[in-house]
């Protein structure tokens, strides 16, 4: 087995757009050595659809502080949505200014409007705003010369002393380790979707930091706070679960069993729907139900839901036709590593930002297209706390026992202590959504 030990000044690890947008607002003469475990690109944030939210103007400001609370269960750190809410304008113009193109009326931004929100405040690329988002920030990222960035890397530990975080271990694709030395070390490694068997995130994202935060007393806050949406495209095929937006419901279309009856009222809030899809689920014996929308207008679905027709047909269903097979999938993690405003954990040194990360935006429950606003605006207060505090002068290394990471399967360990860790928080919602 090889080992090899570095340093860099920042250590980001993920690079979805939490991450890339941290590394963007650090200063150039930080060295920053970025990492993820696929491919750069393979990141929930390239799949983010609807958009992302933001103040309209300032009228719009307690319309929105409070469709983001009523949302979140009145759970939300009103301090964390407050932030968020008065950056949104400035990272919008950011998101511009890296040629982001968001879609126009005219010479005004498209605002398009989603459910639980009671005005237009959305902007959006077509329906794949994640990709134009999150493609121009890598762009702008792989120009930078102080940043390195290396795909196929695991991280599978932290390094730290008497709470102080001093680096990571990470494993490559060959299954050699490394030891990367930081003064500062930001997780941006997303949600926890790849622990269920049904989620609409990539199969790899799997809640690591989580572990290794538990490992090391991090502080975690509402874990067990974990969004199911009711309808993903059911398939026996391995990989992430296709999702089918709300909005197939919202214009009407209807939930039938397997005898093809409709069971629920369909429009009923999230996690209703997804719960009365599991009874029926477990009624039929069958680990799916129909979604029919055969008697909807054909053109409206056409024009409205182009990219769902395609991927059905694409797995063999024609929807105009048939009722198609559904089944509810894990989709967002509201939960996380808590941190402060400036993204601080309880660890010195450690940050985490984005989805992995708990600001208590978004209480219980997110709010539809808060989350790339909320990834964006916290990964930028850490770059500059980081720049602020961090001190300029050599990363310092040390001799690693490397024998401790042999021969052990990190994905198995990590995703068993995770999963206790919901069950031992919330044993309704484990039973329900995660055996
Ligand atoms: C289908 C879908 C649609 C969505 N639609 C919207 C929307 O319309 N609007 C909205 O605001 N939000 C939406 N979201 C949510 C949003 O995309 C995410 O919450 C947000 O992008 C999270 O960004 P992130 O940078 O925190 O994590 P991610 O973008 O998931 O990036 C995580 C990164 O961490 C890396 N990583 C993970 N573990 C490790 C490890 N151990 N070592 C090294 N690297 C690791 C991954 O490889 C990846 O690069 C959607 C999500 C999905 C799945």
């Given at each position: 087995m090889s080992y090899s030990t570095t340093s860099a000044d920042v250590i980001i690890v993920g690079t979805g757009a939490a991450g890339l947008f941290c590394a963007l607002h650090l200063p150039e003469n930080l060295s920053i050595y970025m990492l993820t475990k696929?491919?750069?690109?393979?990141?929930?944030s390239y799949l983010a659809q609807g958009g992302i939210a933001a103040l309209k103007d300032s009228e719009d400001y307690e319309d929105y502080f409070e469709d983001t609370l009523r949302a979140g269960h009145y759970e939300n750190s009103r301090k964390a949505v407050d932030t968020m809410i008065r950056q949104s304008p400035v990272i919008i113009r950011e998101l511009l200014d890296y040629h982001v193109n968001f879609d126009k009326k005219g010479d005004d931004l498209d605002l398009t409007k989603e459910g639980?929100?009671?005005?237009?405040?959305i902007l959006h690329h077509e329906d794949i705003t994640g990709q134009e988002i999150t493609s121009k920030l890598l762009q702008n990222v792989r120009e930078k010369k102080n940043i390195d960035l290396h795909e196929h890397t695991t991280m599978v530990d932290l390094i730290c002393e008497k709470n102080v975080c001093k680096g990571i271990i990470t494993q490559d694709a060959e299954g050699a380790f490394h030891a990367v030395f930081g003064k500062a070390v930001v997780l941006a490694t997303g949600g926890i979707g790849g622990l269920f068997k049904h989620s609409t995130a990539f199969r790899h994202i799997t809640g690591d930091s989580l572990a290794i935060a538990l490992k090391h007393n991090v502080l975690l806050k509402d874990i067990n706070y974990i969004q199911i949406h009711p309808t993903a495209l059911y398939s026996e095929k391995p990989g992430r679960s296709f999702l089918i937006s709300e909005a197939v419901r919202g214009e009407g279309g209807v939930l039938r069993n397997k005898n093809m009856e409709r069971f629920t009222d369909e429009l009923q809030p999230r996690d209703v729907v997804s719960a009365a899809i599991k009874k029926q689920m477990e009624i039929d014996g069958r680990g799916f139900v129909w979604l029919d929308v055969t008697h909807l207008d054909p053109e409206l679905i056409k024009s409205h839901f182009p990219n769902i027709l395609e991927h059905c047909k694409e797995e063999g269903y024609d929807i105009l036709k048939e009722p198609f097979p559904v089944t509810p999938a894990q989709h967002y993690?509201?939960?996380?590593?808590e941190v402060d405003l400036k993204g601080r954990t309880s660890m010195d040194n450690l940050y985490a930002i984005g989805e992995?990360?708990?600001?208590?935006?978004?209480?219980?429950n997110r709010l539809g297209s808060n989350s790339l606003l909320e990834s964006l605006v916290f990964a930028k207060r850490s770059a500059q706390n980081i720049e602020e505090t961090i001190p300029y002068e050599p990363t310092e290394t040390e001799e690693v026992d490397f024998s401790q990471y042999e021969g052990r399967d990190f994905a198995k360990e990590y995703r068993e202590i995770v999963l206790e860790e919901i069950k031992r928080r919330d044993k309704d919602f484990y039973e329900q959504w995660c055996t």
């Open positions: 696929d491919t750069l690109e393979n990141s929930a639980g929100h009671s005005a237009s405040r993690f509201m939960g996380g590593i992995t990360s708990c600001t208590g935006v978004h209480g219980k």
